[in-house]
């Protein structure tokens, strides 16, 4: 089954303990994406890859890594964690990001608590 | 930068009923629109999108939007809603050949028996 799978599901951490929330995708898709889902502010990008080896920033990329060493795993990686990272995390996938006939495949969210 | 205006953030209504959510946009450039539905506890699923050429785009589950350029809106309706549709709906727009998808804050919709 084509999905992309996101772990973990729930966490919950404190302030300045690193943490990685890890993404894969079983599509041989090209383009990957993280984003977080606020209330009132919808979903908005942190990164995103074009391929591997490839990365940018997206809109709110400050307090986050991510790399694509792999064509099927994309992890989000917070190296000190403080509470207005408390989110819903969602990580998606496509087999072209630039290409509008393309759509843009979700993982199923991790909720993330940063006390 | 594009961006995206849902005008309502809850929309209640009653089973059967029909319903408009409505999404605006701005954008110094021609975008590609879309919309989004999200259930509980899942990631989205694409509802459908505009490209180009007729501005009725059908998408699933009985859903349709309207793009009006002179507007700049995707307003996206049902004629008849189920208890199942039942969601978060986003809308969404990104530049033509750009990564950069700027999502709407979302309206709730709730369905009412």
């Known amino acids: 089954e084509a999905q992309v799978t996101q772990n973990p599901r729930y966490l919950i951490t404190v302030t300045g303990k690193k943490l990685t929330v890890t993404c894969s995708q079983n599509?041989?898709?090209?383009?990957m994406s993280w984003y977080r889902q606020d209330p009132g502010l919808g979903l908005r990008q942190i990164y995103y890859?074009?391929?591997?080896?490839?990365?940018d920033k997206g809109d709110v990329p400050e307090g986050y890594k991510v790399s694509r060493k792999e064509k099927r795993n994309f992890p989000l990686i917070l190296e000190s964690p403080s509470p207005n990272q408390t989110s819903l995390y969602f990580c998606a996938s496509s087999s072209r990001g630039w290409t509008p006939n393309e759509k843009l495949f979700f993982g199923s969210g991790t909720q993330l608590s940063v006390l | 930068a594009q961006s995206v205006t849902q005008l309502d953030s809850q929309v209640p209504v009653f089973e059967e009923a029909p319903v408009e959510l409505r999404c605006n946009y701005s954008s110094s450039v021609s975008v590609y629109l879309f919309w989004y539905v999200q259930y509980p506890n899942q990631g989205l699923q694409l509802l459908l999108k505009?490209?180009?050429?007729?501005?009725l785009v059908k998408g699933i589950n009985g859903f349709e939007a309207e793009f009006n350029k002179s507007q700049t809106s995707f307003h996206l309706r049902k004629p008849s809603v189920h208890i199942s549709d039942t969601a978060e709906y986003f809308c969404a727009v990104r530049r033509y050949n750009n990564n950069d998808m700027r999502f709407g804050a979302g309206t709730r919709l709730t369905v009412k028996p």
């Open positions: 890859s074009m391929n591997v080896e490839v990365t």
């Open positions: 505009y490209l180009s050429g007729s501005t």
């Open positions: 599509m041989n898709h090209e383009y």
